[in-house]
């Protein structure tokens, strides 16, 4: 059974519960005794009045009445507005390996090929054509000039009529005019000349001489031919021409002054001296003796640039005459 009185104020007084009753209530079958009284518990109830509980008895566990009911706040369910499509995440099916270029270091060193310098100049003879008939114009056909190149004539001609040398009037090859290196070389009856005429083709042609003063005894008219390739220029470098009465006769030709290749042509003519010619510091070609009184030869060879200068000089071997009237002429091409 419970045990318990109404009171109506509880106070401390001195350091001890001072419990004051309250007339009127109702006490659960306990009679109050005296002042002082042990408590078991206090309680508020239903009615906000003290409950207290004597020692002994033991107080109901009151049932708790919430002053209010929380409601809990739910958590909002969140529908996304859009989807995001995650990006895939990429596994790679191979692996590629770079190419690697090796370096490549070689084993030797080759020596490059050097490029070919241009063709060095040269000089042919091809032939000679005379003629002794006592005429003006002397018509050669179909004379070999050897192929395409700078074709270069020598002419030497005499006329018995002592004192009245011979000159060329015209000259053409293959019917085109030729160009006059040396116009005219002369002493007494004899003559010399050199001319000369570019050939883009053909390896023959006519060639034509039309000489001064025919017709006064005995004549003749001799016409080397040389063919020139891998000239720079179809102009001569330089010329010389002697002339004297003696047994020998000179050219002097500074083929020095170009330190390129040079081509050197020259041609004698001797009268009233049979025999033969000797040269000095170039190669004969060809030598004639006209009527058995007089000597044709002309020579060439080609001098490496910067050789020197060349001194060239035929002798003839004398006969009984003695007052030869003799000429030399010379020219040379780069």
Do not use: H
């Not at 207290?52 to 507005?81: E, F, K, L, R």
């Not at 009245?164 to 000259?171: E, N, S």
Request: hydrophobic residues 30%; glycine residues 8%.
């Amino acid at each position: 059974m419970n045990q318990y009185e109404y009171y109506r104020d509880i106070l401390l007084s001195g350091g001890t519960l001072m419990c004051v009753a309250q007339a009127g209530i109702e006490s659960d079958s306990y009679t109050p005794g005296s002042q002082e009284q042990f408590f078991n518990d206090i309680q508020l109830d239903e009615q906000g009045r003290l409950k207290v509980y004597i020692v002994g008895s033991t107080p109901a566990t009151p049932t708790p009445t919430p002053s209010n009911t929380v409601t809990p706040t739910p958590t909002p369910t969140i529908t996304p507005t859009s989807t995001i499509t995650p990006t895939p995440t990429v596994t790679p099916t191979s692996t590629v390996t770079p190419t690697v270029t090796p370096t490549v270091t070689p084993t030797n060193t080759a020596t490059p090929t050097p490029t070919p310098s241009s063709p060095a100049i040269s000089v042919s003879y091809v032939t000679t054509v005379s003629s002794d008939s006592n005429t003006g114009t002397y018509n050669f056909s179909n004379v070999n000039i050897g192929g395409p190149g700078l074709i270069v004539c020598v002419i030497g001609s005499f006329n018995q009529g002592v004192g009245v040398p011979r000159r060329i009037t015209a000259m053409t090859l293959g019917g085109s005019s030729m160009t006059s290196v040396i116009d005219s070389n002369n002493v007494g009856s004899s003559s010399a000349f050199i001319r000369s005429l570019v050939v883009s083709s053909g390896t023959s042609a006519d060639i034509s001489v039309t000489l001064t003063n025919g017709g006064f005894g005995s004549s003749t008219c001799n016409v080397s031919v040389y063919r020139i390739q891998n000239y720079k220029s179809s102009t001569a470098a330089e010329t010389a021409t002697s002339n004297s009465i003696g047994t020998t006769q000179q050219a002097n030709l500074p083929t020095s002054t170009n330190a390129s290749d040079t081509v050197v042509i020259s041609g004698v003519f001797f009268n009233r001296i049979p025999g033969s010619v000797t040269w000095t510091n170039i190669t004969e070609n060809f030598e004639r003796s006209p009527g058995g009184i007089t000597m044709f030869s002309v020579a060439s060879k080609v001098v490496a640039g910067g050789a020197g200068v060349s001194t060239i000089s035929a002798e003839a071997i004398a006969s009984s005459y003695g007052d030869a009237q003799n000429m030399i002429v010379g020219a040379t091409w780069r």
